[in-house]
C-alpha cells in the first residue's frame, strides 16, 4: 500500500494501488477504495463503503456507513452521503451483459446532500447545496438549493446553504435564519445573493 501523509486507513479496509487520497482524509472499518479513485482532503469515509474505479470525492465529503459509489460518480467538495444510500451507473443492467462500457457519469454538485437510503440514478447532475430527502429515487436532475423528496423524487421546496428551510416572500426573497444570507426565487431557480 502507498504511503499517504497525514491519512487514516482501518487495518481493516483495502485501499488499492493507483488511488490519490489527500491530507487529513480518513478510512475506517470494512471499506474498498478500488484503482484509480481520486479522493480529497479531509474526506471522512464510513465503514463498509465502496468506492469504484475512477470515483472523484472532492475536499470535505462525507461519506456515512454502507454506502456505495460506483465508477462514473463525481462528487465536488462538501458533499454529504448519508448512510446506505447508493449510486447506479448502468441505466439497463443485466447479469448475462457486459454493459462497462456504457457507464454513465453523474455529477454532484457543491454542498449537496443525499439522505439515509438514497438511490441516484445514473446519468444526472444533483445541483450545488440540493437536499435528496431519505429513502428518495432521484431519476431526473436536481435544481441548486432544491430540495427533492419521495419516489420518483419530486421538488418540495428550497433549502439554504446552511441547511435550512427557506420561505420566500411575495417578492421572492428568503433569508437563511443561521447566517442571514439572502436568496432570491426567480423563475422557479434559486440564487444567492452576493
Not at 43 to 48: A, E, H, L, P, R
Amino acid at each position: 500500500m502507498a504511503d499517504y501523509q497525514n491519512v487514516f486507513i482501518h487495518n481493516s479496509s483495502v485501499v488499492d494501488q493507483g488511488c490519490e487520497i489527500g491530507e487529513g482524509t480518513k478510512i475506517w472499518h470494512f471499506s474498498h477504495i478500488m484503482p484509480n479513485s481520486k479522493i480529497g482532503r479531509n474526506v471522512n469515509i464510513g465503514q463498509n463503503v465502496v468506492v469504484s474505479p475512477e470515483v472523484v470525492l472532492g475536499n470535505n465529503v462525507r461519506v456515512q456507513n454502507n454506502v456505495s459509489i460506483y465508477t462514473g460518480v463525481i462528487c465536488e467538495d462538501d458533499v454529504f452521503l448519508g448512510p446506505s444510500m447508493v449510486f447506479t451507473n448502468v441505466i439497463n443492467p443485466r447479469s448475462a451483459i457486459a454493459r462497462k462500457d456504457q457507464y454513465r457519469k453523474t455529477f454532484v454538485e457543491k454542498g449537496a446532500t443525499i439522505g439515509a437510503n438514497a438511490t441516484i440514478v445514473c446519468g444526472i447532475t444533483l445541483g450545488r447545496y440540493c437536499f435528496v430527502g431519505a429513502g428518495a429515487v432521484v431519476t431526473k436532475n436536481v435544481k441548486p438549493y432544491s430540495l427533492v423528496v419521495g419516489n420518483p423524487a419530486r421538488p418540495a421546496g428550497w433549502y439554504s446553504e446552511f441547511g435550512h428551510r427557506l420561505h420566500f416572500d411575495e417578492l421572492g426573497m428568503a433569508t437563511c435564519p443561521e447566517s442571514q444570507q439572502k436568496y432570491q426565487l426567480e423563475k422557479n431557480e434559486v440564487s444567492k445573493i452576493k
